[in-house]
């Protein structure tokens, strides 16, 4: 449709060309889950995709842990970590989008756009005043510095995504609602919400693997190993020994990933759909 | 994506603001019914129940923005160690920072990772979504494939799959000895590391692309076959159609990547692999990681309170660059959608 408008550009070719751009993108992943399972000393160098003899030494070796510290530990805190997040965004988030979306009150454009600016702040002009107050409430090492926001609507992104959403859904459900007496509580809890869950689906998911995936949160309030996260577990890998331990290392990546995967796996459409939509409307 | 929205906000702002600002959400024939009196105590009702509603986002705003600002701020212009009461010291952290070798190599670092990095992406993006465009069968699984990777590139596993690839004798070392170019890993070298990393942000293309894909398919077919029917070629259909079309999209992925690549940490912090934070040699000492060395490995938080806000002049220039720039070449549709 775009540069050739004509239909035969010829199907194979263009499956061809799709194809060769997805194995350079998708080599390194393919390449590091065969590697798994080479040898330890045998993956760096080695190009081939598949191992020839495949070993399990590299996961045998991650339920000896990571600085005496079992694998699961760091997966519980990430765990609670995530679920914590999500929880805390489908719930506030919601809640000031509804307002930005149906409720008229005093200062709401105003209120709009300065969420639309904390959009473009950079964290980092932030962090420093939010890691001396989180010090002087003695949080420091507890999950709530990286959880608190979450609960406070902070991640505009997803505000803003909810409330697109919103403004799209019929208007007369909710002044039908409310001739019948139903007030906001009521219409954002037994209309908006359920007629909402595509946005709340993708909401989740983003906030999920964001969560996981996060560095610098951790990195900046947890210093005691055992509330490590997934991410600085692995960073701790990376840190100890005298020479990369590239198959424990490369092990513990992949395993660290599949909740990431699955996920994905699980509810691309929401995702991709749901990034798609932001570039688009206004 | 966290950012993604970021870049919407300005085109967003007008027209939706505008479209909610008329009186809507009563029903037209009884408003005019109702007393003045009715009208201003459900007003108020109004008022209350949407502070209650945004009684979230305002403490937030309060605690966890506004205030953490003005504070760091106020921060900027002292000498603070974390412990001991902050000490004014005027302009002298910025007087300092500008003086700052590693401060100066931060900014050239970052500086190079923004302007080569980010146009790669967006032209891989771009290039990708126009060839996805050209079919329907297939689509959704190339679009998902080509996704993944930017919803995994940022984590601390894929920067160490990233080391284990670009090291010396690795993957990319021995391809390129397949053609002859003896460079060595590119991790390591302090030449080179930084363009690992720029790899690794290239390699996630697929945010973008996913952008650029839904942009092509509202360009009107129309366009594409009277162009052609005008013997325009390829080159010119794509510079006199799809460009110009396409053009808020690619704007707000400018704008998104841009302000994404100042502030990328995570990975540039881990390439460089064990002792070697966001190095080796300070190769890829981008300007997030010095602040984080000096505020919280030197406590310095008045030098990196400062950084912070040397940060927010710099974004805030850019996109106040990108927005001027947009009336010369972003072309927004009347039509609303």
Redesign the interface.
Known sequence: MTLFPRKHTGSLAWHLGALAVLAVVLYPVVWVIGGSFKPGDEIVGSLELLPTDPVMANYTRLSEGIADIPISTFFLNSTVLALGSVGGVVVSCSLAAYAFARIRFAGRNLMFGVMIGTLLLPYHVVMIPQYVLFQKLELINTMVPLLLGKYLAVDAFFVFLMVQFMRNLPKELDEAARLDGCGHLRIYWSIVLPLCRPALITSAIFTFIHAWNDFMGPLLYLNEPEKYTVSLGLKMFVDQGAVADYGGMIAMSLVALLPVLAFFLAFQRYLIDGMATSGLKG | ?????????G???G???SK??R???R?PGSAQARSSAHARRR?RR??L???L??S??????L???A???A??FY?AFTDYN?FDTPQWVGLKNFSDMFADARWQKSVEVTSKYVVIGTPLKLIAALG?A??????R??QAF????????S??G?????A???R??F?D???VD??QQLFGMNVGGWVGDPDWTLYALVALTV?QFG?PM??F???????P?EL??AA?VDGAG?WR??WSI?LPMISP?LF??VLLET?HS??I??SA??LG???NPCGPADATLVY?CY??QQ??ENSR?GF??A???M??VA?GLV?AVLFWSQKRWVHYEETA?
Do not use: C
């Open positions: 994506m966290e950012g993604t929205a970021a870049t919407d906000a085109h967003q702002r027209p939706r603001l909610d600002a009186p809507g959400g029903p007003g109004e008022n129940s949407g502070y509603f945004m979230p986002w305002i403490a937030g705003f605690l966890l923005t205030g953490p600002m504070a760091s921060f974390l990708v126009m060839l996805l465009a050209q079919s069968r297939g190339y679009r998902a494939a080509f996704y993944a990777p919803l995994i940022a984590s601390v596993s894929v160490i799959v990233w284990a690839l090291t004798d690795a993957v021995r391809t390699w945010a996913v952008i894909l839904a942009g092509l398919k509202q360009v077919r594409y076959e052609e390829p259909r794509f799809t999209v707000f992925n302000i100042f502030q940490f995570g912090y881990i692999g064990q002792g997030t602040l984080y505020g919280f938080m990196a309170s950084m912070a806000w940060l927010v974004v996109t959608r």
